[in-house]
């Protein structure tokens, strides 16, 4: 089973981007969809983004399309979550996920989750 580690993280204005990474270690990293989840404070844990096992198909939620890309690197074994326009309702806790069932990771299915990385947005 993988373990994955999750970095890039910060406090930003609104407006601002960021880069959040995931690498993943100890297993076949090729065999899991990827996803990152998003728990903002008092609230449950979301979807925001996932991409199916080799990149080919990649889902977003209504709230970050056309701001968030998410993309994967099946060598170096990292997803990564490229964050534009960046607002204050996207802060939170962003976890990695790794879901070996379909294409399309979901919270209730993911097997594997990251330690979380913290981020804030100020208006």
């Known amino acids: 089973q993988v373990q994955l580690t999750e970095s890039g993280g910060g406090l930003v204005q609104a407006g601002d981007s960021l880069r959040l990474s995931c690498a993943a270690s100890?297993?076949?990293?090729?065999?899991?969809?990827m996803g990152w989840f998003r728990q903002p404070p008092g609230k449950g844990r979301e979807f925001v983004s996932g991409i199916s096992w080799k990149g080919s198909s990649t889902y977003y939620a209504d709230s970050v399309k056309g701001r968030f890309t998410i993309s994967r690197d099946n060598v170096e074994n990292t997803v990564t979550l490229q964050m534009n326009s960046l607002k204050p309702e996207d802060t939170a806790v962003y976890y990695c996920g790794a879901d070996s069932r379909g294409p399309r990771p979901e919270a209730r299915t993911v097997e594997v989750w990251g330690q979380g990385t913290q981020v804030t947005v100020s208006s």
């Open positions: 100890g297993g076949a990293f090729e065999t899991y969809s």
